[in-house]
């Protein structure tokens, strides 16, 4: 859906890959959800990307499950959410940065719009992200988490 808002993508982007997350609690779950999400979006057309609509889906939650890898369990949950999206949105940033830079676009314009788009992808995927843990409690509260979801926490 375009909106006409810079980053706005990141919102339901980081909305679904952290409740992948929380609902399977595995490193990897993101990365095969935005996979998913990536190959989609291909198969249904989606855009003009071709091949690079997979890397938008699939780059920011892989940054987001190697970032999961190093803070695991030193945050509270919704600290560790907040956290995972700020990461998946600098790295959704860094995708459009490298696809501005080689279409040809001067390198300030390019580090301009970078801090643009990551600005804002990071507010939509704060937003995103401060959903996930009522989503998680509904899901425990009608029992469709794993045994291995997070639960209460």
Known sequence: MKLGLSGHSMFLMSLFYLVCYGATNKVGSMTL????AGLLAMILGIGKGG???LLKFTLPAIAMDIGLLFIANLFSL??????LALIGSIAWAVKSGLQDF?????????L?????NSLSGSVFAVLG???VPL???RLDAHDLLTKNG???K
Not at 33 to 36: M, P, Y
Not at 78 to 83: D, E, V
Not at 112 to 116: D, K
């Open 51 to 53: 091949f690079l609509i």
């Open 78 to 83: 919704k600290l560790r959410l907040i956290l």
């Open 129 to 131: 992200a401060l959903l």
């Open 33 to 36: 959800c935005g996979l998913l």
């Open 102 to 110: 080689l279409v040809g676009m001067d390198i300030k314009i390019v």
């Open 150 to 152: 997070m639960r209460n």
């Open 135 to 137: 989503i998680l409690k």
């Open 112 to 116: 301009i719009q970078f801090g643009v």
